[in-house]
């Protein structure tokens, strides 16, 4: 729409006529002249509801729908701009227009802060400029609205998108502490989505995902959340209230029931044959599974993950004594517990240490193990982006780089506690972008005579290229192939 044509006066339509207008002035006279003025002009009829308290409109609203408001801010029992607020909890999306004797140009300005649209001094206006004033403001509104909408609204099933998602769920978090209220974060994956939507299409597709979505309408109730969060991810929050609590067996009866109702057959116009999809579905509770959303959606979508690889297990979560995969930001990993280090150690030592101890030897599996796991991740969601980085989504790709960093985060602490460990001087090395695969070459080259006196056969499999400083990750791969031989000899 060109510039110009945005601040042209809308026409009167037939939407602008019979229009229900909710005005609150405890003045009989300016009520009078107001109303007279509305239902009586030529450009159509309004129907004005005249109420000559706050209380009274506040209740009105509860009862029907209204078109605009026009609120006079010194009725007696009125909040002044405060008064906004209260009635935007009713209805968000109502026109609100102040109609007042104060010509005050800071109050105006607060007052459209606050979200009214329009701020009218009754000594300047006429039937005229009111009629203008809210046919603009209710234009104006439903724009804002519809904007509002689209910015926070799945285009695609018209659930919540994952910014509003995380929004509102960050305020129900809140409310849920305050009240010491156990309430629950559930993560939905559909399983083998890839395939059905490459074998019928991208269109079937769709079809699929907004039967899923209306699915999960009907099994939710009201209070709870419910997003589309990416792809072919779901995402829910579990609303706790005096008649239903979040428990760990309510959380499994909810979990079966999402379960079942996915799994009910879907029929596509033209296919004989139904589509049957299934889905991993991963549960975490506060306060017990983390103290935030952030470590909420993190548990959440580990025990998700955790049921898509059992497979046969249609749900998991994390609670207090799982044994699934510990959250690296909040956790540990076991092999750095065996890790005694000073706080005061500040890498004094040049020459690598080779430790030959049984609590190395554990050590060095453990870490070696551990940074196999976010190594893979990274791998595999890089070669996602890189193949199929023209059909990702916005959102798609967002939690695809989110997965990267959590990764990468990973893999950088356990390098630290590497570092610490084998008590690696720091460096003015610079870092280098470098095939791990590479540096682990190098060094089957150079301890090629000690293999072969250990008959010891070492197979590097493909790794990422990492910004490393190449002196330092060269270190700890030989203490891990050193330390892992032996501790082979000593068993």
Excluded at 100 to 129: C, P
Excluded at 143 to 154: G, P
Excluded at 290 to 295: M, R
Excluded at 471 to 487: E, G, K, S, T
Aim: proline share 4%.
């Amino acid at each position: 729409m060109h510039e110009n044509q945005v601040l042209q006066e809308p026409s009167p339509s037939k939407q602008s006529r019979n229009l229900d207008i909710l005005y609150v002035e405890d003045d009989m006279a300016d009520a009078t002249l107001l109303r007279s003025n509305l239902e009586k002009g030529e450009n159509g009829i309004y129907r004005v509801t005249h109420t000559t308290t706050f209380g009274e409109a506040l209740n009105r609203m509860k009862e029907k729908p209204f078109g605009a408001i026009l609120l006079d801010l010194n009725v007696p029992d009125g909040q002044g701009l405060d008064g906004i607020d209260e009635i935007r909890k009713i209805n968000p999306n109502l026109p609100v227009i102040i109609i007042t004797g104060t010509d005050d140009e800071r109050l105006a300005v607060k007052a459209l802060e606050k979200g009214a649209q329009e701020y009218i001094v009754k000594d300047h206006a006429n039937k005229n400029i009111i009629k203008r004033v809210l046919q603009l403001s209710i234009q104006r509104k439903k724009v804002e609205n519809e904007l509002a909408k689209k910015a926070y609204t799945d285009s695609l099933t018209g659930l919540k998108n994952r910014s509003a998602f995380e929004q509102s769920a960050k305020i129900m978090l809140e409310r849920a502490k305050r009240w010491k209220q156990k309430e629950a974060l559930v993560f939905i994956d559909l399983n083998k989505f890839k395939p059905i939507n490459d074998r019928y299409g991208h269109e079937a597709g769709n079809i699929i995902l907004k039967e899923v979505a209306q699915r999960l309408c009907h099994v939710l109730r009201k209070s709870d959340l419910i997003a589309r969060y990416g792809g072919d991810e779901f995402i829910c929050y579990l609303d706790s209230n005096h008649g239903n609590p979040i428990t760990q067996k309510s959380c499994k009866a909810i979990a079966l029931k999402i379960s079942e109702a996915i799994e009910r057959p879907i029929f596509l116009e033209g296919h004989k044959v139904p589509i049957k999809i299934s889905a991993s579905i991963g549960m975490a509770i506060f306060p017990d599974s983390g103290k935030d959303f952030d470590d909420l959606l993190r548990n959440a979508d580990i025990a998700m993950y955790e049921a898509k690889r059992k497979q046969n297990q249609k749900f998991c979560f994390i609670h207090p004594g799982s044994n699934i995969d510990k959250n690296p930001e909040s956790e540990k990993d076991d092999w750095l517990k065996i890790i005694k280090i000073p706080e005061n150690d500040s890498f004094h030592r040049d020459k690598p240490h080779i430790h030959d101890d049984t609590k190395f030897s554990e050590f060095a599996f453990l870490a070696a193990h551990d940074l196999r796991a976010p190594i893979r991740k990274i791998t595999a969601f890089s070669q996602i982006i890189q193949n199929q980085y023209e059909s990702l989504s916005r959102d798609e790709l967002a939690h695809l780089m989110n997965r990267i960093h959590i990764s990468s985060e990973r893999v950088s602490t356990l390098i630290d506690g590497l570092l610490m460990f084998a008590n690696i001087t720091h460096s003015h090395n610079r870092l280098e972008h470098i095939y791990i695969s590479e540096i682990l070459d190098e060094l089957l080259e150079d301890l090629e005579g000690f293999f072969r006196e250990t008959k010891t056969k070492i197979i590097v499999s493909d790794l990422p290229k990492l910004l490393i400083y190449r002196p330092h990750v060269r270190q700890i791969f030989l203490h891990l192939i050193l330390n892992a031989v032996q501790f082979k000899k000593d068993n």
